[in-house]
């Protein structure tokens, strides 16, 4: 059977289990929502709301990390956590999950609910036909569940952007001594999880494909990425994305 990968298609956790799939050359087919209705497709394939999901011949890997795992094993590539770098590649993962991630979607999210024509492509524009008409009309009530549920506020905006700067300055410090990538001159599972997890706030084409066109997006998102494109650790991310992710 090809694995399915369930989605929030531009969920930065299921680009990069799709980056790690994609880069490993494994075969699967995409089941891609909007977010909340990606509820009832998540629960069937793990029993918990939580995508990326990957439904394999070996088992159901619910989370992003299950899934670079799985591509390491089955795939066709270097290792994403070779053995000589396995502490820091965790630790830097670590950070990049717990920390980045959740700032940076709460950051984008703060700018762009704010825009109705952004919202509404957001919640219409994938998944079956039932789910672009449902997502049409009841847009106004999963931007206001996600505003609620991730605590999109002002307060909690500012300080998600200072969580960012800060990873962003540790980033950049890592790169100082010339080295390629955050752990020498080898692709890892770090520098997957930080380019993917930073991709809302620097939308490279090769994420921008699964979201909202950033020519689209209101003024106020563009200038946010802006502002981080011309950072350090921004261009780095973009630098990755052009280079590895392989489609
Ligand atoms: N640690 C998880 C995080 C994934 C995650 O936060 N997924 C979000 C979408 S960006 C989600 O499915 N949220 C739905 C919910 O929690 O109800 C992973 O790495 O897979």
């Not at 540790?170 to 010339?178: E, F, M, Q």
Request: net charge positive; proline share 6%; glycine share 6%.
């Amino acid at each position: 059977m090809i694995p399915r990968l369930v989605t929030i298609r531009f969920s930065h956790y299921c680009e990069k289990a799709r980056w790690a799939l994609d880069r490993a050359r494994l075969a699967y087919d995409e089941d891609a929502h909007a977010p909340i209705l990606s509820y009832p497709a998540a629960l069937r394939a793990s029993g918990k709301r939580m995508v990326p999901v990957l439904v394999t011949d070996d088992g159901v890997m619910a989370s992003s990390g299950a899934i670079l795992d799985w591509a390491d094993r089955h795939g066709h590539a270097p290792p994403l956590r070779p053995a000589e770098h396995a502490h820091v590649v965790a630790a830097l993962e670590r950070t990049f999950d717990d920390k980045l991630g959740p700032a940076t979607r709460r950051v984008a999210y703060g700018h762009i609910l704010p825009d109705r024509a952004s919202v509404t492509e957001m919640f219409s524009g994938v998944g079956p036909s039932w789910e672009r008409r449902l997502g049409a009309t009841a847009h106004p009530a999963f931007a206001a569940v996600i505003r609620r549920g991730l605590k999109i506020d002002a307060a909690g905006v500012a300080r998600s952007r200072r969580r960012v700067d800060a990873i962003f300055a540790d980033v950049a410090a890592r790169l100082d001594d010339g080295r390629r990538y955050l752990c020498g001159d080898q692709f890892t599972g770090a520098d997957l999880t930080f380019a993917a997890l930073a991709a809302p706030l620097v939308y490279p084409d090769a994420y921008a494909r699964f979201a909202v066109p950033l020519e689209d997006m209101a003024p106020s998102v563009r200038e946010l990425v802006r502002s981080y494109r011309h950072t350090r650790a921004g261009a780095f991310a973009l630098r990755l994305y052009a280079e590895d992710r392989a489609t």
